[in-house]
């Protein structure tokens, strides 16, 4: 009975395992065209268009330059990516039993009308490991994360916060030191002291390196040699890598890796997601504690009974909520570090 109940539970934010998918669902939205399995699909077909393009212009008798047509129907595929377009790739991985040759074929279904396009499918993945695709569409998918998503959320709250330090420079406040009261402050120095913490952490997210490798099974480009040994694979690979977007990655060149890329710039990465995160449930702390002290106030009624009531609530939706939110990405950078570490470590 109950696995026949569990089997019929549809996707709703009361059925979710996680709360990214649940009670707080509408807090990370704007990172699911991105950072969800639909946008890792995206990701590898860009990846793959990318590379299948610029070995239609390495030079090679095999595989002529691609034709102006060409050129603009393969950015095409990756520019109107669908859901029906990762639903029909999760359908072809039924079969192959493997996610990024599923993304492979689909693209070359995608040739089936085009002749000159049909004619050169096998350089689909030419010499790629899956981990050549995986490797820079995750660095892509955190890319996009970090400069569409993260860093202009950290700009919105750093403005709100510093326009908030100017307006309070002149309220006095007193301040505490050892849990107790002490010399007066202002609140607005209070914030500029945050300010200036968030803003340095911004700028250490912003300047993490995102790394990309693509240079075979085993980081050696074997395969690339055996079949054109005289060929630059390095300086190719490093072109791809490096050529912004659309006709490259964007991303910068990791020269040096097994089969896998090492995935420290990721441990780099998270762990100044997890400063800025931490600055975040320090001041949801410390305005806690200014509401809780009636330092300042949440808006509520102004009688005193009812600011008690208002205390609670506004300690739930000013306080706690932020601190889950700002929290628990933190915690869970901790696990990714130690995923990043151990994966780092094999050579399969």
């Known amino acids: ?68 047509g060409a050129r603009t129907y393969l950015p095409g595929l990756v520019k109107n990516f669908s859901e029906a377009d990762a639903a029909a790739i999760k359908e072809i991985e039924k079969t192959t039993n493997h996610d990024v040759k599923a993304v492979e074929y689909w693209i070359k279904s995608k040739f089936e009308a085009r002749p000159e396009l049909r004619a050169a499918s096998e350089f689909v993945h030419f ?37 908030m330090a100017h307006a309070f420079a002149d309220v ?29 952490a911004r700028e250490k997210i912003a300047a993490v390196k995102l790394l990309g490798k693509m240079n075979g099974a085993v980081g050696n480009y074997n395969a690339h040699l055996a079949a054109w040994p005289a060929f630059d694979w390095e300086a190719f690979s490093r072109k791809v890598i490096e050529t912004p977007e659309p006709l490259g990655t964007g991303l910068t060149f990791q020269p040096y890796s097994i089969q896998i890329e090492p995935h420290d710039y990721m441990a780099e990465l998270f762990d100044a997601v997890a400063r800025a995160n931490t600055i975040l449930v320090d001041w949801c702390r410390d305005a806690w504690g200014y509401i809780s002290r009636a330092t300042s106030s949440s808006g509520c009624a102004k009688a005193r009974s009812a600011r008690r009531r208002c205390r609670t609530r506004s300690t739930r939706s000013t306080s706690r909520t932020p601190r889950a939110i700002s929290g628990w990405p933190t915690r869970c950078s901790s696990i990714s570090r130690r995923s990043c570490r151990s994966r780092a470590g094999s050579g399969t």
């Open 1 to 68: 009975m109950h696995a026949a109940y569990n089997s019929a539970m549809a996707l709703s934010p009361i059925s979710a395992l996680s709360p990214l998918d649940g009670r707080y669902a509408g807090r990370p939205a704007a990172l699911r065209p991105l950072m969800s399995e639909h946008g890792y699909m995206h990701k590898r077909v860009q990846v793959e268009v990318c590379w299948f393009i610029a070995l239609s212009d390495a030079g090679f008798a095999e595989f002529k330059p691609l034709s102006p």
């Open 172 to 200: 006095p406040m007193l301040s505490r030191t050892h849990g107790q009261t002490a010399s007066p402050t202002t609140v607005g120095k209070e914030i500029a002291n945050v300010v200036v913490r968030l803003a340095a």
């Open 127 to 163: 010499a790629c490991t899956s981990e050549d695709i995986n490797n820079t569409s995750h660095a892509l998918q955190l890319k996009g994360a970090r400069e569409q998503v993260l860093l202009p959320a950290l700009d919105g709250v750093i403005a709100k916060m510093r326009e």
